[in-house]
């Protein structure tokens, strides 16, 4: 199963350099961009799928899996929603040069959270990585 997993990022990998190369020799075209953004909401939907069945099959198997999966899906919710409420006090102006004026605050609330979301991804990513090798060096 270990080798399968390989094999399969080994492709993804593969790919996402092809379409990587392609977008910069084709100079930014409008075919190119779209053709790895397709690739990056593929990959995103992937692993939201990813991580609901892997958190639907750790409940499953443990009842420490149920309180696991609840408490992050709590964690997840909370963040969101902060962020959600952060954004909405803001008034943020994007131009919209392909209609020549501002997008609507409502895309803007969206956008903004959509970011905030993602900085406390990111850093919560970081962060379980170093606590984790921390922990290993001790362990």
Same mark, same amino acid.
Request: hydrophobic share 60%.
């Given at each position: 199963?270990? *080798?399968?997993?390989?094999?399969? !990022?080994?492709?993804? &990998? %593969? @790919?996402? #350099? /092809? ?6 020799? $084709? ?36 009842? *420490?899996?149920?309180?696991?999966? !609840?408490?992050?899906? &709590? %964690? @997840?919710? #909370? /963040? ?6 952060? $954004? ?52």
């Amino acid at each position: 199963m270990k *080798k399968i997993l390989n094999i399969l !990022l080994g492709v993804i &990998l %593969l @790919i996402t #350099v /092809i379409l990587t190369v392609y977008a910069m020799v $084709a100079g930014g075209s409008n075919e190119a961009i779209n053709l790895n953004l397709i690739w990056s909401y593929i990959l995103i939907a992937v692993g939201i799928a990813t991580a609901l069945f892997t958190a639907v099959w750790g409940m499953v198997n443990s009842s *420490k899996g149920i309180k696991g999966t !609840l408490l992050s899906t &709590l %964690l @997840i919710i #909370v /963040i969101v929603a902060a962020a959600y409420l952060i $954004a909405r006090g803001h008034t943020i102006e994007i131009p919209d040069v392909a209609n020549g004026g501002f997008f609507p605050h409502p895309e803007t609330v969206i956008t903004e959270a959509s970011i905030l979301v993602t900085y406390v991804a990111l850093g919560a990513a970081v962060l379980t990585a170093i606590f984790t090798e921390i922990y290993k060096a001790f362990k």
